[in-house]
């Protein structure tokens, strides 16, 4: 009955806050767009590009608002991996069906329990998430097969290329592929990949999901779809790229980039990272006391203080995310145009 009833709540507390959760906002998006475009050659940029001008919001979004010094081709290509969190439905949305019935929002993450060391008896033998609800690697298989498939129209291939552009990007955020478990009334049921778990940052009190999230650049206006915001975000992005463009990465990390080239490998990689880094104190003394954020609510004033070290750590950490991310998505983009 308790692994029933576990199961049955932590279901229900996804499916309510699944429109909530997000991944690396525009700007990181737009990096790792940015990354990946610049590693394919020319013949398969404009493979893509020809796919993606059949997409149902080409005009509406894709090629809206280009500055004039960015080709039509890197503009629709870096920006297709935010699309999927364009459509998602905003505050006082008046957009209509026509552009919400593409928001999926359980495929933009996958709940593997990490359950708090301490805790880990009280927790054994349960199945804490529901095992047949959707997911991230789910989505990623079912649009990889879209774009291969003869059968799917061409509108549906774009759809699915813009989908596996953002995918690729969320999988590689640590906190996409967890939930933190602990024996308190807060967490028995998880923490929905840190969207319960506050912190402070330097005073700030913030849920520890959005946090990384803006590690890479703070984008506070994201609804704003005008030319002047869209400019200022890529630019932005641009930089964030040259940036990573040529970063070293140790050993470890190239053992992983040659070694893993599947989906379900890259979320294992995010979820020992979320909880090596992510929920971990910085001075190595275990899990952060993360105060549970109520339902719609904010972050408690008693939230605990991550300090310097851990905000140096984490930016360093999503650097290197959103550049194995470029470099894979490049690859996956080469493979499925075979």
Known sequence: MLRLSLLSLAAALLAFFAPTVEAWNSIGHLAVGKLAYDRLSDGDKAKLFALLKSHPHYAAYLAANRPPEVSEVEWVLVRSGVWPDWVRPRKKDTRGHDVLKYNRPEDHYVNVPFVDPKDEAVFAGKTLVD????????????????????????????????????????????????????????????????????????????????????????????????????????????????????????????????????????????????????????????????????????????????????????KALAEIRVFMAGQRLAERFRLLLK
């Open 131 to 314: 095992p047949d609800l959707t997911n991230i690697l789910d989505a990623l298989k079912q649009r990889s097969n879209e774009v291969r498939t003869k059968t799917a129209g061409a509108a549906e291939k774009a759809v699915a290329l813009c989908w596996i552009a953002h995918l690729v990007g969320d999988i590689h955020q640590p906190l996409h592929n967890v939930s933190y478990f602990s024996n308190t009334k807060d967490f028995r049921t998880g923490d929905l990949g840190g969207n319960r778990f506050g912190v402070r940052v330097n005073g700030r009190g913030v849920k520890l999901h959005a946090y990384w999230d803006n590690l890479l650049g703070d984008d506070p206006d994201y609804e704003d779809d005008s030319a002047e915001h869209q400019g200022k975000i890529y630019q932005q992005a641009l930089k964030i790229a040259a940036t990573l463009r040529n970063v070293k990465l140790l050993e470890a990390d190239q053992e992983k980039l040659a070694r893993n080239k599947t989906f379900i490998s890259w979320s294992l990689e995010g979820f020992e990272l979320a909880k090596s880094v992510s929920y971990q104190k910085s001075d190595g003394s275990g899990v952060l006391a993360g105060a549970a954020i109520p339902f719609n609510g904010e972050v408690p004033a008693g939230a605990e203080e991550v300090g310097d070290d851990y905000v140096r750590a984490a």
